[in-house]
């Protein structure tokens, strides 16, 4: 009767070691991703909602829309009265003085007003003149698309 010899492991018979755990150096970007696209997604919806900060119910017409490159500066007329240069509370004896200092194509800006649909008529006209005998050309009045049924 023969006796058989099992080798246990490599030469010499020693017993291999079992390799220790190593850290992975790769980064898992997929969580990365996901946090991108979700950021992406929420300023892309809340980004519009940012233009204009003045709450201005304006009215409705059938004109088009303009294409405008450059964001223009924006007066509003809100139903109370009250005046805004872009998003900032003035008198309206001040537009003016206001408008040649941030004014970037001198008397080339354009100009929208918004005027609220319950707003003072006068109230609109009177700032529009203003801005028209300050030697400002490119006035315009915003509303917005009138909605057919």
Request: no cysteine.
């Amino acid at each position: 009767m023969g006796m058989s010899s099992i080798s246990q492991g490599g030469a010499g018979g020693r017993r291999r070691r079992a390799r220790r755990y190593q850290p992975m150096s790769e980064i898992n970007v997929t969580p990365f991703v996901d946090v991108m696209l979700v950021l992406l997604i929420i300023f892309m919806v809340a980004a519009p909602l940012l233009t204009v900060g003045v709450p201005i119910d304006l009215p409705e017409t059938q004109a088009k829309a303009l294409n405008s490159e450059t964001q223009p500066i924006t007066i509003s007329v809100n139903s109370a009265g009250q005046v805004y240069l872009q998003e900032t509370e003035i008198p309206v004896d001040e537009i003016v003085a206001k408008l040649e200092a941030i004014a970037r194509n001198g008397y080339d800006e354009r100009i929208y007003v918004r005027g609220d649909r319950d707003a003072d008529y006068g109230t609109v006209m009177r700032i529009m003149a203003r801005i028209s005998a300050a030697g400002y050309r490119r006035i315009g009045l915003v509303t917005l698309q009138e909605q057919t049924q």
